[in-house]
């Protein structure tokens, strides 16, 4: 017997089957899950008002001895903006805020260094939307963020 994916009455796969019956897509979706160090929160104005960023420092591979990108996040979701700003203050004071998160639609942008070492040259920058914070740890402290008492930072 050939070894084959089960069919349905109309010949086609289950998978794709219940793909075909979902709503149309509009767009194509581009996520990265990760965990990584939380830094930089700010308020950004813009012409037409202000909105929430950050950055982190996503951790990958050797686990022993990680290496890091670092993403430039525009926050968006208030579930992800309510728990940014819960990890705002840890942030500030230097505590360690690692966090598992989602990103969407990243893509680079070119800048040029103002100061330092680097001054004149371009750098790149990994832009994307930050869409949740899934969970977090303050100093190796797990954070629970369905806990209204929290904990102190």
Known sequence: MENTPAVNQTGVPPVAAAMVQDAPKTHFDLHVTGIGYLNRIRQVQVKK?????????????????????YFDCKIEGSEALERVKFLASAVEKKMKVVVSFKLSDIYAETFQYQTGDKAGQTGCSIKGRLLQIRSAKIDGMTVDFADPVRIAA
């Open 49 to 69: 008002g202000s909105f929430w960023a950050c950055s982190i420092a996503a951790l990958h591979g050797d686990i022993n001895d990680p290496e890091t990108t």
